[in-house]
């Protein structure tokens, strides 16, 4: 398979954590992703994986670094193993964690640094604030210090010209420590506020230290981000860029007053130690897909949800010629977009022209093919936002609509509260109205409706998740609890879970075969007597992948892929076995599509863009 950028995006990287050059050799690189190591000769042209001496599928990396003066000596750590170690160049690994305490893999080590002179001597922090050394590649391993009101240790960098000079990055603050780590003095860069210290530099000849911000993950906590520069080594701090939240910062070894820094609005570089910047994004383009549809009437139409940083202004942009080049389609619909992302773009298979978008201001639909939108919300509750859309294959404009609404309650006393209200609804004529199910369901608003299917060759056979696996044989007039459903994940799937992350698919070939997913590390489910039990099928996935949406070949049912923070996956055989579509490093996707024209040509969506994958 080939992949490729489509128009909108500039790049073609999966979810790349480090990127580790190799001072003696200008084509050799090394990118550290969620499972392991990959490596190329020829400067990017292709790619190889570096194994473990385990299987490489099953870990995650966190942090990684290269011996400055040996540069085929690799660390890299993982939250399951601890800290792993390769002498050449990633070809063999073996385990370093002599001395370090048990509970270590599970406060896992996100930041390391090796010594510019010395590939042997080695600094990591844990998620526990602790800071640990090694003097012999990981044969043995000192506690230097426990930092205090430090959560998580971010990053470390170490002063080229002199390794006494330590700097740390954390959850909530900036540390120092000019004798090796024996004493450190902790700073709080920006009072009141709540940031997060991910990445931290050294610059050699002034001395000068600078610190990323970003806000922190406390939602409650507001944060202002932006770069630091410390001229005293910690003692005092300036921010000298922006107030967006910055993920990365870093100094030219040659020209130590060249400085970069990376945020979600691109790259920015100082040609005077931080005093002036300037953008350095040529060739970068930041525009983020969060939904995408390809039109089955119009071959080479295409329409994909856009947003740029944070900002949702962007709304839908529409190609007729494959991909090359786009145009708004927003009339109707950009007096929503300030505030609202968009998630999931339908076109409806049987009807020319008609095009739903699930929003986070309520569900908008198009008759004209994208060049007009009317918010469709006649008979849902006030502020319902939907989740999930279906259609009915027949020729009947039925859509069946999963989501929720935040609805305020007052009591008697005058006291307020807000709650969420969940809704499954039934639309008759193409959206126009709708009609609340609750009735058929027990306690159904306080069901969590997340993911709706319709049975493809029994249109009056529909599917609903909530906390269990619900079946409806009439339409939506009676409903049957039959199965457990796919657990609701956990944690945040940052930027695809900005609706919900979780899927009901129903093999078009075998209706009884049912497959679900939910967004969490490695939930994908298969049922073979349509829905009543279930079980996870994820052989080949690696450990914590997140599932963000499944998509079944609408050539051959028995194959499907899924869209994960890793990249496109493909099964041949329904799930039995997984793997990677292409070979090396692919973008993160939050959503698949078929090209309903080309068979085999598969569109991927996600935060570096949208993509094209095409069969050789």
């Known amino acids: 398979m080939r992949a490729g950028g489509l128009g909108l995006p500039q790049t073609n990287d999966r979810i790349i954590n480090y990127l580790l050059p190799d001072s003696t050799d200008a084509g050799h690189l090394y990118a550290v992703t969620g499972t392991g190591i990959w490596q190329t000769l020829d400067g990017g042209a292709s790619w190889m994986a570096t194994p473990l001496q385990d299987d490489n599928a099953t870990y995650q990396f966190l942090g990684a670094a290269i011996a400055p003066s040996a540069p085929r000596v690799l660390y890299g750590s993982d939250p399951n193993a601890g800290i792993w170690r390769s002498s050449d160049g990633g070809g063999t690994w073996a385990l370093a964690n002599g001395g370090l305490p048990f509970s270590v893999p599970y406060y896992p080590v996100r930041a390391l640094a090796v010594d510019p002179a010395d590939a042997n001597m080695v600094y990591v922090g844990t998620g526990q604030g602790q800071i640990f050394k090694t003097t012999d590649g990981g044969g043995n391993w000192v506690l230097l210090a426990t930092l205090p009101k430090t959560d998580i240790i971010l990053s470390l960098a170490l002063d080229p010209t002199d390794c006494r000079r330590l700097v740390a990055g954390g959850l909530y603050h900036v540390s120092t420590s000019a004798d090796g780590g024996a004493t450190w003095v902790q700073a709080d860069l920006d009072p009141g506020a709540s940031q997060a210290y991910p990445s931290v530099a050294v610059d050699a000849p002034s001395g000068a230290v600078f610190a990323a911000a970003r806000f922190s993950a406390d939602p409650l906590v507001i944060g202002t981000g932006g770069v630091y520069r410390s001229a005293d080594f910690g003692g005092t701090w300036t921010r000298v860029l922006g107030t967006a939240g910055f993920g990365a910062v870093a100094v030219d070894p040659a020209q130590p007053a060249r400085v970069y820094a990376g945020s979600g609005a691109g790259i920015a570089k100082s040609e005077d130690g931080g005093n002036t910047w300037a953008d350095a994004n040529r060739g970068v383009d930041q525009v983020a897909v969060t939904a995408f549809a390809a039109d089955p009437h119009l071959p080479g139409t295409l329409y994909a949800a856009v947003q740029a940083g944070e900002n949702y202004d962007l709304g839908i942009v529409r190609s007729h010629d494959g991909g090359a080049t786009w145009t708004p389609a927003n009339t109707g619909l950009a007096v929503y977009l300030s505030d609202i992302p968009i998630y999931q773009i339908v076109v409806d298979p049987v009807r020319a022209g008609a095009i739903y978008a699930l929003t986070g201001g309520g569900l908008f639909k198009s008759a004209d093919g994208g060049d007009n939108w009317r918010l469709r919300d006649r008979g849902l509750p006030h502020g319902f936002v939907p989740y999930d859309l279906a259609l009915s294959p027949g020729a009947a404009p039925v859509l069946y609509l999963a989501g929720a609404s935040l609805q305020i309650a007052c009591s008697g006393s005058g006291n307020c509260q807000t709650q969420d209200v969940f809704a499954l609804a039934r639309s008759a004529d193409g959206g126009a109205s709708w009609i609340l199910l609750a009735g058929a369901v027990p306690d159904a608003l306080n069901q969590f409706w997340t993911a709706v299917a319709v049975d493809p060759a029994y249109p009056g056979t529909v599917y609903a998740e909530s906390y269990g696996l619900w079946k409806s044989a009439d339409g939506g007039a009676s409903w049957l609890e039959i199965?457990?459903?796919?657990?609701?994940?956990?944690?945040?799937?940052?930027?695809?879970?900005?609706?919900?992350?979780?899927?009901?698919?129903?093999?078009?070939?075998?209706?009884?075969?049912?497959?679900?997913?939910s967004g969490g590390p490695r939930q994908i489910y298969k049922s073979l007597d349509g829905g009543v039990t279930h079980k996870r099928v994820i052989a080949g996935i690696p450990r914590w992948t997140r599932i963000h949406d499944l998509l079944l070949d609408p050539r051959v049912s028995s194959t499907l892929y899924a869209a994960t923070d890793l990249g496109a996956l493909v099964s041949t055989n329904r799930g039995k076995l997984w793997q990677p579509l292409t070979a090396g490093p692919q973008p993160a996707l939050g959503h698949l599509a078929a090209d309903p024209v080309a068979p085999g040509t598969l569109y991927g969506a996600g935060p570096r863009g949208l993509f094209v994958f095409t069969p050789p």
Do not use: K, Q, T, V
């Open 483 to 517: 199965g457990p459903g796919a657990p609701i994940a956990e944690g945040g799937a940052g930027l695809f879970e900005l609706g919900s992350s979780r899927r009901l698919r129903i093999d078009p070939s075998f209706p009884n075969i049912l497959y679900e997913s």
